[in-house]
C-alpha cells in the first residue's frame, strides 16, 4: 500500500492545533488551580487571625485538597490541630508528610519535629520520646534534648536527666549545673526511701560537685545527718549552709537548734548556736529564727522581749498571735486570750505559704520545683508574711 504524502501534510497541522489546545487547555486549569490555592490559603489565615478556628481549619483543608503537594499547608493545618486539641487529626497530617517521598531533608526534619509535639501535647511521652530522639543531629537538636529533658522530669527519670543536662550543657546551650545538682539530690532522695544508704551518699556526692554552692544538697546532707543522730555533722553541714545561703537556712533553723540542745544535752554549749542566730537575724529576720531561738533560750521573760521587738520592726500577725500566747495569763481572761489568738492565727494562715516567683503557684510547703510551672528554685525559701 502506497503511503500518501497528501494525508501527512494534512496530518501535521491538525496535530498541531489540537497540542495547542491541549496546553492552553492544561494551563488556564493550572493558573486556576493557582489562583484558588492561595485564595484559600489566606482566607485560612483571616479566619485564624479572627478566632475563628472551626472555620479556618475548613478554609485550610480546602487549600490542601486544592494544592496538596504544598508542605506549608500542611504544616499550618496540622499547627492549627495540635492547638485545638485534635491530636490525632494533626498526627494523621505530619505522618502524611513523612510518608511522602518527594520531601526535602529540612521538612522532613521538620515534619519530625511536630509529630514529636503532637505526640507531646496529647501525653504520649513514650511516643515522644522516641520522635524526639529521632531528631539528633538535625536542626531542631537542641529544641529535642531540651523537651527531652522535661519529658524526663515528667517521668522523674532523673539519671537520664543528668545525662542530657550534661549533653546540653557540653554543647554550650547553657548552664545546667543547678538543675543536675537538682537531679542527682531526687535520685539520693529515691535511694533513702529504698534505705540504699550507700547510694543516697554517692547521689549526694555528685550534687554538691555539680553545682558546689547549691544549697540543697547542703539542706539533704545535714538532714541525713540528723536522722543518723551525727548532730556535730549536722552542725557543720548547716552552719556551712548559714553562711552561703542564710535565706535557705530559714527552711532548716528549727531542725538546726534541735541539734544543737541534742548535741549538748547539758544545755551549755547552746550558747555559740544563739549567738549564730542572733547574728543571721539581725541581717534577715523571720519568724522562723525566732522560733529557733525560744528552743535554745525558752525563758519566758526573753521570748516576750524578743516577740515585743519583732513586732515594733516587722508587725507581723504570727508575731502578734505568738505574743498573746506567752503574755502572762493573769493579763487577759483565758477565754478572750485563746479567742483572740485563734482568730489572728486563722487570718495569719494564709500568710504561711510560699509563692512561686515565676508563676504565683502558692504552697505551705517549701518545694524545689514548683508543682505548677516546674521551674526550680522559684520558690523564695520564706513564707510570704516574712518576704
Same mark, same amino acid.
Given at each position: 500500500?502506497?503511503?500518501? @504524502?497528501?494525508?501527512?501534510?494534512?496530518?501535521?497541522?491538525?496535530?498541531?492545533?489540537?497540542?495547542?489546545?491541549?496546553?492552553?487547555?492544561?494551563?488556564?486549569?493550572?493558573?486556576?488551580?493557582?489562583?484558588?490555592?492561595?485564595?484559600?490559603?489566606?482566607?485560612?489565615?483571616?479566619?485564624?487571625?479572627?478566632?475563628?478556628?472551626?472555620?479556618?481549619?475548613?478554609?485550610? !483543608?480546602?487549600?490542601?485538597?486544592? =494544592?496538596?503537594?504544598?508542605?506549608? %499547608?500542611?504544616?499550618?493545618?496540622?499547627?492549627?490541630?495540635?492547638?485545638?486539641?485534635?491530636?490525632?487529626?494533626?498526627?494523621?497530617?505530619?505522618?502524611?508528610?513523612?510518608?511522602?517521598?518527594?520531601?526535602?531533608?529540612?521538612?522532613?526534619?521538620?515534619?519530625?519535629?511536630?509529630?514529636?509535639?503532637?505526640?507531646?501535647?496529647?501525653?504520649?511521652? =513514650?511516643?515522644?520520646?522516641?520522635?524526639?530522639?529521632?531528631?539528633?543531629?538535625?536542626?531542631?537538636?537542641?529544641?529535642?534534648?531540651?523537651?527531652?529533658?522535661?519529658?524526663?522530669?515528667?517521668?522523674?527519670?532523673?539519671?537520664?536527666?543528668?545525662?542530657?543536662?550534661?549533653? %546540653?550543657?557540653?554543647?554550650?546551650?547553657?548552664?545546667?549545673?543547678?538543675? !543536675?545538682?537538682?537531679?542527682?539530690?531526687? !535520685?539520693?532522695?529515691?535511694?533513702?526511701?529504698?534505705?540504699?544508704?550507700?547510694?543516697?551518699?554517692?547521689?549526694?556526692?555528685?550534687?554538691?560537685?555539680?553545682?558546689?554552692?547549691?544549697?540543697?544538697?547542703?539542706?539533704?546532707?545535714?538532714?541525713?545527718?540528723?536522722?543518723?543522730?551525727?548532730?556535730?555533722?549536722?552542725?557543720?553541714?548547716?552552719?556551712?549552709?548559714?553562711?552561703?545561703?542564710?535565706?535557705?537556712?530559714?527552711?532548716?533553723?528549727?531542725?538546726?537548734?534541735?541539734?544543737?540542745?541534742?548535741?549538748?544535752?547539758?544545755?551549755?554549749?547552746?550558747?555559740?548556736?544563739?549567738?549564730?542566730?542572733?547574728?543571721?537575724?539581725?541581717?534577715?529576720?523571720?519568724?522562723? @529564727?525566732?522560733?529557733?531561738?525560744?528552743?535554745?533560750?525558752?525563758?519566758?521573760?526573753?521570748?516576750?522581749?524578743?516577740? @515585743?521587738?519583732? @513586732?515594733?520592726?516587722?508587725?507581723?500577725?504570727?508575731?502578734?498571735?505568738?505574743?498573746?500566747?506567752?503574755?502572762?495569763?493573769?493579763?487577759? =481572761?483565758?477565754?478572750?486570750?485563746?479567742?483572740?489568738?485563734?482568730? !489572728?492565727?486563722?487570718?495569719?494562715?494564709?500568710?504561711?505559704?510560699?509563692?512561686?516567683?515565676?508563676?504565683?503557684?502558692?504552697?505551705?510547703?517549701?518545694?524545689?520545683?514548683?508543682?505548677?510551672?516546674?521551674?526550680? =528554685?522559684?520558690?523564695?525559701?520564706?513564707?510570704?508574711?516574712?518576704?
Amino acid at each position: 500500500m502506497d503511503f500518501d @504524502l497528501q494525508w501527512l501534510l494534512l496530518g501535521l497541522p491538525l496535530t498541531f492545533a489540537l497540542g495547542w489546545l491541549a496546553s492552553r487547555l492544561d494551563l488556564r486549569q493550572w493558573k486556576r488551580e493557582q489562583k484558588d490555592s492561595p485564595k484559600a490559603y489566606y482566607k485560612g489565615l483571616n479566619l485564624l487571625l479572627n478566632e475563628q478556628h472551626d472555620k479556618a481549619i475548613d478554609a485550610f !483543608i480546602e487549600a490542601v485538597q486544592q =494544592d496538596p503537594d504544598t508542605s506549608d %499547608l500542611h504544616f499550618a493545618l496540622g499547627n492549627l490541630f495540635r492547638r485545638r486539641g485534635e491530636f490525632e487529626r494533626a498526627v494523621r497530617v505530619h505522618e502524611h508528610l513523612l510518608n511522602r517521598a518527594d520531601l526535602p531533608r529540612t521538612e522532613r526534619d521538620r515534619a519530625q519535629h511536630a509529630l514529636a509535639q503532637d505526640f507531646m501535647k496529647a501525653g504520649l511521652f =513514650d511516643r515522644a520520646e522516641a520522635a524526639y530522639r529521632a531528631l539528633e543531629g538535625t536542626a531542631f537538636d537542641t529544641e529535642a534534648r531540651l523537651a527531652l529533658l522535661t519529658l524526663h522530669e515528667r517521668s522523674r527519670d532523673w539519671r537520664a536527666a543528668v545525662d542530657v543536662a550534661q549533653k %546540653l550543657e557540653h554543647r554550650g546551650t547553657g548552664s545546667f549545673a543547678s538543675r !543536675i545538682s537538682h537531679y542527682w539530690c531526687e !535520685i539520693a532522695l529515691e535511694a533513702d526511701a529504698k534505705q540504699q544508704s550507700d547510694e543516697a551518699d554517692s547521689a549526694l556526692k555528685h550534687a554538691r560537685e555539680a553545682a558546689p554552692q547549691a544549697a540543697r544538697p547542703l539542706v539533704l546532707a545535714g538532714q541525713r545527718a540528723a536522722r543518723r543522730g551525727d548532730h556535730a555533722e549536722v552542725l557543720s553541714l548547716w552552719g556551712v549552709l548559714r553562711v552561703a545561703h542564710p535565706a535557705a537556712f530559714n527552711l532548716v533553723a528549727r531542725e538546726y537548734a534541735q541539734s544543737a540542745l541534742a548535741s549538748e544535752p547539758g544545755g551549755g554549749g547552746t550558747a555559740a548556736a544563739s549567738e549564730k542566730l542572733r547574728e543571721l537575724y539581725a541581717h534577715t529576720p523571720t519568724m522562723d @529564727l525566732l522560733e529557733a531561738l525560744a528552743l535554745l533560750d525558752p525563758a519566758p521573760a526573753h521570748q516576750r522581749a524578743r516577740l @515585743l521587738d519583732h @513586732l515594733r520592726n516587722h508587725p507581723t500577725l504570727s508575731v502578734a498571735k505568738a505574743l498573746i500566747t506567752q503574755t502572762d495569763a493573769a493579763s487577759f =481572761d483565758s477565754a478572750e486570750t485563746k479567742a483572740l489568738g485563734d482568730a !489572728i492565727g486563722r487570718a495569719a494562715k494564709p500568710l504561711h505559704r510560699y509563692r512561686c516567683a515565676a508563676c504565683g503557684f502558692e504552697t505551705q510547703h517549701y518545694f524545689w520545683q514548683c508543682p505548677g510551672c516546674l521551674n526550680w =528554685d522559684s520558690y523564695p525559701p520564706q513564707r510570704l508574711e516574712d518576704l
